[in-house]
Structure formats: structure tokens, C-alpha cells
């Protein structure tokens, strides 16, 4: 038999759901002392994600697409980015924003109904949140076709989920970094679920991760609740893209927590064994357990920490309930640099009714 | 799962019970009707349109695709194609654009472009409009996509009656219908629809209203404003005839010549953008064929052109009530 | 290759070469201009619109994609975000559809939805029209799918010195620019189009010919049959004016009021189907804002509403001189 | 290390490009005498293909996609289906087309500017040429899910090129047809070359056949002017397809010699060295070597073949030159089953306008 193409994809897993290591720590692994800024995040994330489901649940805030239970996966991927790398997200990522300064009054915005969220407080050049699924993937390559064109050293980094893996820009983004050789990487987040479609029916594919061989990328799979096999798996990807290597396809195992957003009620489709079983992967635990092994931590300062989050993120909300409504006119002055006078005279209209009611 | 159950007592409806009661209707009557869509299975569709159907019909009939417009727009071309009446649904409004390359190039031209060889008795269900506070893309009013475009009906229905007699119409037509549900009244109010089986026209403007001062023609969900326009002018001695257009194209114009004959003046009421907009072709035919008739220069009240913006501040884009009477009064006003 | 030339002595070039000429112009003096589609590189683009490009420019400049629409609208949509002025081709306009989503739910929002923060400043170019004899979808007059979509422009030049100043000034605009190219003409005649870069004003009618009893207006393509029917009206004692919108949306429709305020008739010519082509938004504006102007009906000359035949019978689906003529002379018999 | 997934892609090969065998036949290849018909098909094909292009150079046709130097692929694909199994072509494979019943008038009606090219002699339920490319990929998963769901024994088989590999509609059909385990066959004709794209800076991907690992089909790349390659890579995915095995993605490898259509001009982009290449590769020279060999052939055998093939085509060119152009009213009666009133005026307008002129 003539063999035309082999092909292997790897699977990194280091702690363990029980918190302890089931493999060596790669060499380059942060120490538990690097490790804990990152779980404190974690925690940040947890407690901000929370938080805003309740705004949600007492109408303070629009559809909000919760991030429980993917705190190792967002906060692994913003720890292995620069700054002027771009990041382009779809909804759900803002543990990996958060950490390239993104704010939570900026999500509040967003989810609040408001596209200043949008102009967020994180680097100028990152992408916004991205709607409709997985067509932010092409940006990123568009990104970091602009990064090789203008020889910048730079990394395009984008996220799609489960179901995101069948969209066709998904296939086109990781197509077009290989025909072009980019430093791009694509994260596919496999939350299991995609609203309620399961991952077995959105494709045949034994894994997320050979999506990329379509193209050419590298392919890996990681635990995603796994922060040492997240960021291995980033460290891996980063380091081949600024290296001229090219592009990765990165499958981050993790399972979502909640509903797919405050508007879904997951209890039509999903069984309540299957959530509880993915609490027992759940990366918090597993870290904190490993940590406090470590000795960098113990319940006294989770307490703590947990309170200044709950505090932190209270500022946040605060800025965002009392934020007032963008004026009539918000509607027609950023569409275009400049704008056409048929517009100018539609605003002057949509003012002065204001002005009248 | 009332809306599914097969003897149920007629109870009065929502619009989206009703497109539900019309989808199971349909799905009994024919075999080769089929769903299909994202979450459609299950979990009886984001908007609970396809509620109960999976249960009833099963996996064969109600399909939930992978996650890829393009995947459902070109699955259901091929399915039409082969003999299937497939009824494919998009999320929302927003996420029909990969969906126009299957339906333009193909749905729209199986028959042309093979002498009636293929067909496509296809029909796609795309949620439409805004003013649900819904996240971005949610709320897009984007029939003008498809108005140009040769072989396809695009229809819009706007009470519970309508909404089940229109898509039974569109599933039994043998060529491709978009048919466009305004999501904003989807649970507005309830009537009484009984489930007959009983088809509407796909080639008539339904008059909601009849008066002699003004013509009100609009669709979907501004139907609910416009009527509480002529309400409003009614109290203000302006008598308005309103006419909900339901099917955009083919267009019935005749229903709306006819009013604007007796009326002399017309206000188009839509909530896409203005310019270029389907009350521009409605506005057209008015200068073409009915000049001499019309004591007043046409106006149309409808979404700025710009996007309709985040939920905050959605209904200023829209056309309200106060607008279209302000229009009304406009063209009483002229002549 | 003169096109791409340097100091090349002027030349009577055609529209093709025009937009060659503006192309390597704007790539000269502007780093961060790029050229990207499907066999733009070494082939130089199947109509030749960007032949020499590459040999000047380089493969980092002049980018052959990979043979997939949703790609080349997406690296645009993303390089323009990042700071690059991309000008994609779209090899057909039938083969635009699968660019929409890429460049109505993020191109033409980027600016909209970030604040300002960001901004897509790209050109899709897309040969546009029929009359070619080419084979299935490389006809179509789809400018409709973009007039509705707020914060887009749409450009159609119909001379070589339009397609110059046209698209360097497409090129050069902030926010994203559907640039349609009348295929048909692309090689009909040439004219002296000096390389001095010097854009024309995207928001501007031309006005090619004055007149007096009846407005034409028109673009791409159709300015030639529409020239020639006001040559033959002429003929007849009718003096015609023609308008060249070339600037779709955003639309000045002040130069288009102005002539029909003074010839009080209005012919609408485009090879795009009917029923809710571009005409109706013009006629719109006139029932609106003009009828007290106006003598006669509203005319439109248009493509049928139906698909543009395979070329055996393409030309009797486009307006032509007699039916533009015909047409002319109903609005001056009327009134 | 761990891994989670591995592959491996099959090349097929038994006849090569000098007319011998470099490897054993498989069981299943057809005997001399039966390969045969086949080749006297090849020949047919390449018979007509250049009687369709001095057409066209002499202004009776319009633009015409050659297949010089697909006949293996196209003529092997072909006599892999049956009568009901549903074919979706791009604009190239005539060759598969015509063992299924298509008249080569058929193809010159439709490149000659006439729709009733479409409403061919073929099976009825098969797609008419495609030229937005790839779409048909997708019509022929449909088909296959409408298959499936019906309970028919039927397979549908569809054709991109290597330019088609990487649209995303391809994908599309690869995924859904691995998602829901259809009787598809996805057939990737790899001639080298898209226009002036060469099959390199399409993807990064080693081999074209891959592409399906993206849907977990299974995947194979052929010799694609190897007919006895392409017969048993057909005869594999067929039985799969049959058998509930689900769909297959193969890899054709051929060559395109000629112009990428009479529309094109391939100096400008393709050294005449790779095509002189290409033509020590063509398909009918190994095979009318072997064939001679196998004593089933001679030159006397072949000159008859030709002469009766030029005939047959001569007949169905006349039949096409002398096909009356359709009626004016033909661009409006197959739009609608139901043609509303509007367009139903519109036609009597240009019946009118034809009338007067
Ligand atoms: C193009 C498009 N189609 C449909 C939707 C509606 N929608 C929003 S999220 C979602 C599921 C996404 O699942 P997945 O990609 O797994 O990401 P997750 O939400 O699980 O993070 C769907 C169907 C959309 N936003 N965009
Ligand atoms: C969607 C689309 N984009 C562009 C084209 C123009 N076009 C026609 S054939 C072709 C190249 C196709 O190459 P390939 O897929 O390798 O098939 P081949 O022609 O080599 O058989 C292109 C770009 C098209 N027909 N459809
Ligand atoms: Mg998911
Ligand atoms: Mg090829």
C-alpha cells in the first residue's frame, strides 16, 4: 500500500480534574508563584460572570452569554498574547480580554445594549465581539496577512467554539493561513454544546483539532480546563507562528457550565447528569487544589480575594448602570468618517423629534 | 406542545404558535416535508417555532444541522432538488447572508436554468426585524436582499391568521419562498386560527382597514403601528385605509392602485433603511401608474439608513405611531 | 503594460485600462494599498484589470487568494481593520453573493459598531453586468444587494476618465466602496485619461448631456444606449438630458431633482430586473420630492423581472435604444 | 506523548504513466475486454472536446472548458454510478456526464448560450454544470441526506476541482455529509491548476484528499489518469456509500492540458515545459499501451474508433448549429410554476417589441 499522507494529533493534559499532575510540567511551565496572578483571574472572571447573570436575571442587562466553566481556556489564551497581537473574539471570551485590558463595564455595554462596549478599553487594533459565529476567524487571518505583508512581528489569535468549527470561515481563515503560511492561531473552544446541538452532531470528525489539517496548520488538542495544558498549547502555537512556522488549530477540551446564554434554557436538551459530571472537570477546582498543594495558597486568601473581586466588579457595574444612553444622533455618526447629506438631514430629523417628545 | 397536538380544541394563537401549527400541519399532510435549521430538533428553535415538532415527527424530519448557513441554505437547495419540500429556518435575520449565494444562484434558478427540468420547492423562515432587545444582528430588516432577485416570493406575514395561511402557501408553492416572520409580535396577541389546512393567497395585499383619506400600506410587525396610526388620525377626522402587503414580491399592486385611487395619498411604512428599500418600488409604481391620481406627494416613514443601533436605542430607529401620523397628516396636509 | 508604466507618455486608454491606470497609481503612492483576488497576481485578473500589477508590485502587493469568496472578503474586511487599504475582485458579479456576509455584517459596521475605533477602508471591485456573451453568472446587475445596506457606498463608472477618478477616490475613502464595473464597456472605446490622480467626487451625478424636455438617468453600461437614444430623440425635436449616477448610494439626488424640475419628465434606464432595482429608490424620490415637477408618469426601462437569459438571448433582456426611446417619447406624449 | 487522533491517506496507482503495471491489480479491476468500452468512451470524449474547441475558435460556440487530459477521471467516475444515483458536476466532466445518458449537443447547447443545455438527456434527477464553484457540492450532500432520510439505495457523487477544494461550499458538503453519515462521494479533481492558480498556493494542505479529515470522511487520493486507480478509489467509496459506511473524499490526480478555457490563455501564467510534462502523464497513452499489449487493441481498431467517433460528434454538433434559438417569451415561462401577473406582462410586452422588430 502507497501511503500518500500520515498524520498524528497530540493531546496535552498535565493537572489532572483531581488536581494533581497526571504528566510532567513541561519545562517551559510557569511556576506556581507565575501560575497564581492567573488563577486569581480565574477567579475575577468567575465572580464578574456571576455577577452579571444576576444583573441579567433582574433586567439590568441584556442576553448575556455566560463563560462558567471556561476560565482556563480564556485566561490561558489572554496570558499568551502580546499586546500588539490581535485578538479576535467571538462573545464569550472575556477572561482572555480581560487580561488585554478589556474591562467588565466594557462587556456590560456591550450585553447592556450599548456599542460603546465595543470601543473597549483594551488594545486599539483588537477585534470586537463578534456575532455572527466564527466569520471573526477570517479577520484574524485578514490580520495576519496584514502582520507577514508589513513584517510585523506579530500573532493574529481567534476563538471559535464547537459548533464555530463547522462554519465555513472557520475552514477559510484556517485555509488561508495555510496557503499563506500566518501567524495565526486558531482556538476552537469545545464546550461540548453548541445552544443545543452536541459536538458528535456537527461533525464526523474524531476531533475539533483535525479541522486544521484541512488547511495544512498544525493540529493540537488540550484539556481546557487545564491551565498548564493551555498555556503549553499557546506557548507551542506562539512560538511556531513568530517563527515564520506558521499557523495552529488548537481544540481546547472544556464543557459549558451554564446555559448557552441567559435567553436559553438548556434544561430542554441537556441532561442536569451530564452538567454535573462537568463539574468534576471544572478548572478552578483542580487548580485551586493544586495550588494550595503547592503551597501559594489557602482559604483564608480566597476568601479575600473573592471579596476584592466582588468589589472590583462592583465598580464596573456601577459604571455601567449609570452610564447614560448614547444621544439620538450616536445612530448616524459613526457610520461613516463622512457622512452624506441625505444621512446628516435624517439626523437632523431623528434630533429634532427628540427635542419635540 | 399544544400547537402540535392533532385534535386539540381550537384555542386562540400566537403568530409563532401559528407558524408552528402550520409547520405540523404540513409535516402530517406531506411527507416530503421536512425542518431543518440550528436547534431546530430538541430544542424547538431559539423562538420556539419548531416546539414539539421533533417529538412528533423525529429526527428524520426535523433536523437540526450542523452550525453553518451556508451547510443548511445548500442542503436545502439540493434536498428541493430532489424531491423534498424542505423548510430550512435561519437563527435570525442577521445570519441569512451566507444563505444568498444557495438561494440566488440556485434555489431561484432550478427551473429556469434547466426548462423546468428541477425545481426548488424550498422555503426559508428567517425570524426578522427588531425591537426584541436582542444582541446584535438579531434584529435586521433585510427583505430588500431578496425583492430584486427573479423566482423567489418573499412574504410577510403579520397576524396569527396570516402567519399560518401564508406559510402553509409557501410550503405547498413548487418554487422557492422567503418567508420573513416579524419577531417582534411573534407573541404580540393571540387569535383564533383554526387548523384547517386552509391556504391564503401568495399573490394578495390583504386591506386591514378601509378609509378614503389616506392609503397606509406596510408589513410585518409595523402593521401593529400603522393600525394604531389609523386609529389615531381617525380621531382626528383623517379617515386611513391600511393595506398590509404580506407578499412583497410578486407584488399585488392593483390592491394598493386601487386605494390610492380612491384615496389620492399614500404613506409607505417599513422599518428596513429608506433608500432603496421595498416601499421605494411600492413608491415607484405609485409615479408610474397612478400620477394622476395622487392629490399628494407619496411619503415613506421607515428605519433611518443606518443600522438599526444596540436595544438601547433601537425603538428611536424604528417608525412609530407618531411618525406615520405625522405623515399622514403630511400628505392630507398637501392636498 | 503601458498601463502600469511610470512616466508613460498619455494615452487614450480604455475603461479596462483606466482602472489599471488608477490601480497602479494609488499603489504607487500608497503603501498600504493592496490588490487581492482570485488570479489578480501573475494572470493579471481575467478581464486584465490588473495586468502588470504584479510584475510591478510584487506578490506581497498583488495577492492571488485561494478560489473562495467567503476568504477574499474576509482577509478584506480584516486587513482593512488593520490598517490596510485592500482593493479585493470579485472575479463576477454573480459571484459576489458569498462576499455579503463579510461585507454587510462587518464591513459596512465596523466604523458603526466599535465607535469609530475601527474601520474597514476597502474596495470591492466587481465586474458588473451582461451583454458579454459569457457564460451562466458572469451577467448579473446585482447592485441591489448593497443599496439597502447603510454605510456602504456604490459606485458604477461608465467612461474611462470615471473609472479613474472614481476608483482612486473609492480607494481613498475611509469606509467600504462597491466598486461595479460595466464589463460591457470595458473595452468599447478609449479616451485620454491623464494619470494625475486626481480622484473624482463620490458623491456626485454627472450630468453628460444637457436637456431639456426629459431627464435620462442612468449608469454603467446603460450611459451608451442612453446616449444614443438621446441622439435619436434628438432627431425628433426631443432634447433629452442624461445622468450618469455613477455614485448609487450614497445618492445625490439633488442633480437628478434639478433636471426634472426643469424637464418635468423622467426616464429611469438600468439592466438590473425591475422590481425593486435602484430605479424605484429614484422614482421613489421623485414621487416624494418632486411631483409637483413632474408632467408625465415616472418611466422605467429595465432589465425584465426575470434572470438574464444565457447569451443567446441576453440582448433582448437588456434596455435598448428602442425601448428607451419608446419610453422617452410616452413621458413627452403624456404630458 | 498522547495522542488523540491519527490518519493515514492511501495513494492508488496500478497502471503508470509508460502503460505497465506498478502494482497488482486489485481483485475487482474489470478485464480487458471490459476496461475497453471505456477507453473507446476516452477516446469519444477527447474526440469531441477538440471538435468543441475549433468551435469555438471559429465563433460557433461560446467560452468551452476543455477536459483534455481528464478522460480518465471523468470517464472512470462515470462508470462507477448507476442510473439512479444522483450526479452534481462542475462545468468539466462531460466525460462522466455522457455514460450517463448526456448528449454532447447537450453540452454545446449549454456553452453555445442556451438554457435547454440543461434540460439534458441524462438522468433527470441529475444537477445541470455548475459554475459558482463548488455550490453543486453542497446540492449533492442534500440529495444524499434526501437519500438517506427516503431510505433509497442511491449515492450522490460530485466533482470540484483543485481551486474547488478550497471553497467553502466543498466543506461544507464534507462536514454534513460526515455529520449525518451520507452516501456522498466527493471527487477532487486535482489538475494542477484554477485558472492561473497552481494547486500549491490553494491550501497548505499536503494532499487534496485530506480535506476530508475535516468531516471524518474517509480519504483517498488516486491516480487520476490511471483508469484502473480511478475505478477501484470509486469502487471503495461506492461500497462504503452503499453499505452505510458513510461518505469519501478522493483525491483525482491528473493534469489539465489544455487552457483553463477557450477563454483563457495559459502562456501567460504555465511554463510549456510543465505541460510537456503533463502530457507523459496522459491518460490515454497508458492505457492504449497496456490495452495494445493485452492484445484488445491496434492502431487499425483505433483509426476506425475515431473516424466513427468523429461522426457521432459531427451529428450532434449539426444538431446543435441547427437548434432555432429559443423564443423571447423562454426568458420568462420556466421561472415561476406559477408566473404572477407582473412578469406575465412583461412577456407579452416582448413578444410585442419582437413582433414590431
Ligand atoms: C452565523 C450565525 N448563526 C447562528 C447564530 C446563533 N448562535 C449564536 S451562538 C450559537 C451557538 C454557538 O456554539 P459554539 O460555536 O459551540 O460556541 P459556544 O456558544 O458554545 O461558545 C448560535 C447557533 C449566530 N450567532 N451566528
Ligand atoms: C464562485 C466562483 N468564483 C470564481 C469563479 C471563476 N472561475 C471559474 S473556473 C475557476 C477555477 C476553477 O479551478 P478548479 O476548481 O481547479 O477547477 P478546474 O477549472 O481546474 O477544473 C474560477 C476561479 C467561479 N466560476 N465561481
Ligand atoms: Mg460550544
Ligand atoms: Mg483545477
Known sequence: MTVAATFEIEYLQYLGPDGTLVAELPPQAPSAADILPLFKQMLLVRTFDAKAIALQRTGK????????????????????????????????????????????????????????????????????????????????AGAALAFKLRGEDRVAVTCCGDGGSSKTDTYA??????????????????????ISVPRKAQTGAKTLAQK????????????????????EGMRRAMERARSGGGGSVIEFMTYRLHDHTTADDARRYRDEAEVKDGWTRDPMTRLRTWLTAQGVWDEAQEK????????MVDVEINAYLESKVQPVEAMFDYLYADPPADLLAQRAAAIALEKRS | MSAVAKDAAPAAITLIEAITQALAYEM???????????????????????????????????IDTPLDETTIAGLTVGMAAQGM??????????????????????????????????SCPMVLRVPWGGGIRAPEHHSEANEALFTNVPGLRVV??????????????????????????PKRIYRQYKELVPDDGEALPLDVCFVLRDGTDVTLVTWGAQVKETLEAADALAKDGISAEVIDVATLTPLDFDTIAESVAKTGRCVIVHEAPKTAGFGGEIAARLAEECMYDLLAPVERVTGYDTHIPLFRLEMKYLPSVEKIVAAAKRTVAAG
Not at chain 1, 489539517?213 to 495544558?229: P, T
Not at chain 2, 423548510?87 to 434558478?109: K, S, T
Not at chain 2, 409557501?170 to 422557492?176: F, M, T
Open chain 1, 304 to 311: 479575600a480575594w473573592i471579596e476584592e473581586c466582588g468589589q
Open chain 1, 212 to 231: 486544521g489539517l484541512a488547511g495544512g496548520l498544525h493540529c493540537l488538542q488540550v484539556d481546557g480546563n487545564d491551565l498548564f495544558a493551555v498555556l
Open chain 2, 28 to 62: 402530517r399532510a406531506d411527507d416530503s416535508v421536512v425542518v431543518l435549521g440550528e436547534d431546530v430538533g430538541v430544542n424547538g428553535g431559539v423562538f420556539r417555532a419548531t416546539a414539539g415538532l421533533h417529538a412528533e415527527f423525529g429526527s428524520q424530519r426535523v
Open chain 2, 156 to 181: 410577510l406575514p403579520s397576524s396569527p391568521a396570516r402567519a399560518y395561511g401564508l406559510l402553509l402557501a409557501a410550503i405547498r408553492e413548487p418554487d422557492p419562498v422567503i418567508f420573513m416572520e
Open chain 1, 173 to 194: 481563515a484556517i485555509n488561508s493561513a495555510g496557503a499563506y503560511a500566518l501567524p495565526f492561531i486558531q482556538c476552537i473552544i469545545n464546550n461540548g454544546w453548541a
Open chain 1, 61 to 140: 442587562l441584556g442576553t448575556y452569554a455566560a463563560c462558567l466553566g471556561h476560565e482556563a481556556t480564556h485566561v490561558g489564551i489572554g496570558a499568551s498574547m502580546r499586546p500588539e497581537d490581535v485578538f479576535a473574539p467571538s462573545y464569550r471570551e472575556y477572561g482572555a480580554q480581560f487580561m488585554r485590558g478589556v474591562k467588565p463595564r466594557d462587556v456590560l455595554m456591550y450585553w447592556g445594549g450599548d456599542e460603546r462596549g465595543n470601543d473597549f478599553s483594551g488594545p486599539k487594533h483588537d477585534f470586537p465581539w463578534c456575532v455572527p459565529i466564527a466569520t471573526q476567524c477570517l479577520h484574524a
Open chain 2, 85 to 118: 419540500k424542505p423548510v430550512a429556518e435561519a437563527q435570525f435575520d442577521g445570519f441569512v447572508y451566507p444563505m444568498l449565494d444557495h438561494v440566488i444562484c440556485h434555489g431561484a434558478r432550478f427551473r429556469y436554468r434547466t426548462r423546468g427540468r428541477l
